[in-house]
């Protein structure tokens, strides 16, 4: 069942780190039918202020680790999120060869976060 919601775009200045980065937080997170949140929802479905949280961690992590992300943004966001949240991979597991541990621990300062389903049907962290 999709969820009927205003329509929400991604601003102009968004990247496809951000892409990457909400991508894979409605793939790895769960509904509370255990479904994963892609299957029948998508960045539209964000309620604004989740939308801009995840914006504002993404500029912040981004700026502060440009030089070892840029060459793989969408691959970064979505690790970004993976490690954030302690997954089973992430920047650790061998894709960021030379800049692996030192993006972990920059994930490490951010909380884990937990997507849920709002009764309005928007998705909140």
């Excluded at 892609?38 to 202020?49: F, I, K, R, V, Y």
């Excluded at 979505?78 to 920059?106: I, Q």
Aim: glycine share 10%; proline share 6%.
């Amino acid at each position: 069942m999709k969820l009927t919601v205003p329509v929400m775009t991604m601003p102009p200045q968004s990247d496809s780190f951000t892409w990457g980065y909400i991508d894979c937080a409605l793939w790895s997170s769960l509904d509370d039918a255990g479904v994963p949140l892609d299957t029948n929802c998508g960045a539209t479905d964000l309620a604004p202020e989740t939308l801009e949280s995840m914006k504002a961690d993404c500029a912040a992590f981004k700026e502060q680790y440009w030089e070892f992300i840029c060459g793989d943004l969408s691959g970064a966001g979505h690790d970004c999120w993976l490690t954030r949240n302690h997954h089973g991979c992430g920047f650790w597991d061998g894709d960021w060869p030379e800049a692996g541990d030192r993006l972990t621990e920059g994930c490490e300062a951010y909380p884990e976060v937990t997507l849920y389903v709002g009764d309005d049907g928007l998705i909140y962290a």
